[in-house]
């Protein structure tokens, strides 16, 4: 077997376990069957990965980083605040239309954590990654485009980290597209709510759902 460097050979064992897992689950999955699925030895495994816990870890920041990667690079600036945002929305609601599988995975990569005595802090930690993940790139539109928000910046990343994970599930279960149009649409009108423009204006609908589905203001 050729040499590899370590963290190629672990790049390689994550990306082989979320195969793996994919297919057969969380609880179906075991060291010997990602080891195969890699096409390496239980040994370099076990090399690589000391425990369960670092292998779960591996696999969960891969696929977050993987789901952030798409996020970032739709959001370009663009002609309008409005579309700007859209395309980042958009790129990830495509993301879980073609790749179900791995988006399911997640939720049970976080059930199997939270129900394993020492795992918790890693669905903890998928957690707070996600509502970093919006939390930074607020702040990096904040850079580009004067805005206020009408919420502290840690709380609006959290509701949105909850909007867009229960409106993921709702899809994973129904699988309807048009359904899920429509939840988020009227989550929008939710979130539109939030929105004032300076000096406590209201927000217009039209506009609400333009700036950034998340709660903030243009200043004008």
């Known amino acids: 077997?050729?040499?590899?460097?370590?963290?190629?050979?672990?790049?390689?064992?994550?990306?082989?376990?979320?195969?793996?897992?994919?297919?057969?689950?969380?609880?179906?999955?075991?060291?010997?069957?990602?080891?195969?699925?890699?096409?390496?030895?239980?040994?370099v495994f076990h090399y690589c990965f000391d425990s369960k816990q670092a292998l779960l870890e591996s696999v969960i920041?891969?696929?977050?980083?993987?789901?952030?990667?798409v996020v970032r690079e739709a959001i370009?600036?663009?002609?309008?605040?409005?579309?700007?945002?859209r395309a980042g929305f958009r790129a990830y609601w495509d993301h879980v239309a073609a790749h179900p599988g791995t988006h399911l995975l997640t939720y049970e990569l976080t059930q199997y954590a939270l129900r394993q005595p020492g795992f918790g802090h890693l669905a903890r930690r998928q957690y707070e990654v996600y509502a970093g993940t919006y939390t930074q790139l607020l702040e990096?539109?904040?850079?580009?485009?004067?805005f206020e928000l009408r919420i502290p910046l840690p709380a609006l990343a959290r509701y949105l980290v909850a909007m867009t994970d229960g409106l993921t599930l709702n899809l994973l279960v129904l699988g309807d597209d048009k359904a899920a149009a429509e939840i988020l649409d009227t989550m929008t009108e939710h979130v539109a709510a939030l929105v004032?423009?300076?000096?406590?204006?209201?927000?217009?609908?039209?506009?609400?759902?333009?700036l950034l589905r998340a709660g903030i203001t243009q200043r004008r």
């Open 1 to 43: 077997m050729a040499r590899m460097p370590s963290a190629e050979r672990r790049r390689q064992l994550t990306e082989a376990a979320i195969r793996a897992m994919t297919r057969d689950g969380v609880a179906r999955t075991t060291t010997r069957s990602i080891a195969a699925e890699a096409g390496v030895s239980l040994s």
């Open 61 to 69: 920041t891969a696929i977050t980083d993987e789901y952030i990667s």
């Open 76 to 85: 370009q600036p663009k002609a309008t605040l409005h579309e700007t945002v």
């Open 140 to 146: 990096e539109l904040r850079d580009s485009v004067e």
């Open 196 to 210: 004032t423009h300076d000096g406590g204006t209201p927000a217009s609908t039209d506009r609400a759902e333009g």
